[in-house]
């Protein structure tokens, strides 16, 4: 197979996972997500000699990347709109949300953003982009021990941080299941 080939496979079996993973990572920025995907296979495309057999995993390293560059001119960007007094922030401080509008489980995704962006992606490519640790050593960029290594101690990070919000988090407490329970409720 050639390398325009083996390029044209790796976008056609790749091309949504590729999407979600940046969409998943630009928050909402949804205008953005095209722009980013377009970039990553542009770099694909330009060193398609480079793809490796599995590719999704060098194609999620590329992403970091090409991320990186997108959350900086984005950056940029706000901060020109913050000067020229034309700040969406503000008109945007008008929504007031609903008691009922966090989102199941919201509060695992408080303590992910509570972490590192080095944590945070480690924890997202073996949760979000289901890869095993040879394919997260790919895409960080490492070895399969230090990929390792990284995702235990995220993984000890993200424990404290759900540990610590312990007293935020929605939960049914033994009193007052009791409680519950003695008023006729349950």
């Known amino acids: 197979?050639?390398?325009d080939e083996i390029f044209a496979a790796a976008y056609r079996e790749h091309?949504?996972?590729?999407?979600?993973?940046?969409?998943?990572?630009?928050?909402?920025?949804t205008s953005e997500v095209e722009e980013v995907v377009a970039e990553v296979f542009t770099v694909a495309w330009r060193r398609r000699a480079d793809l490796p057999g599995s590719p999704l995993p060098w194609l999620y390293g590329v992403a970091r990347n090409c991320l990186?560059?997108?959350v900086r001119g984005y950056g940029r960007r706000r901060r020109l709109v913050d000067r020229l007094g034309n700040d969406e922030t503000a008109h945007g401080r008008q929504i007031v949300a609903s008691p009922d509008a966090d989102t199941p489980g919201g509060w695992v995704h408080e303590a992910?953003?509570?972490?590192?962006?080095?944590?945070?992606e480690v924890l997202r490519l073996t949760a979000w982009e289901e890869l095993g640790i040879d394919e997260v050593a790919v895409a960080l960029g490492c070895g399969t021990r230090a990929a390792s290594m990284r995702l235990h101690r995220a993984r000890l990070r993200l424990r404290?941080?759900?540990?610590?919000?312990g007293p935020l988090r929605p939960s049914v407490t033994s009193a007052d299941a009791t409680a519950s329970k003695e008023h006729g409720h349950g």
Do not use: H
């Open 68 to 70: 990186s560059n997108a």
């Open 1 to 3: 197979m050639s390398n």
């Open 160 to 165: 404290a941080e759900i540990d610590r919000m």
């Open 112 to 120: 992910l953003a509570r972490l590192s962006e080095a944590d945070q």
């Open 15 to 29: 091309y949504w996972a590729v999407s979600r993973y940046v969409a998943r990572r630009l928050d909402g920025r």
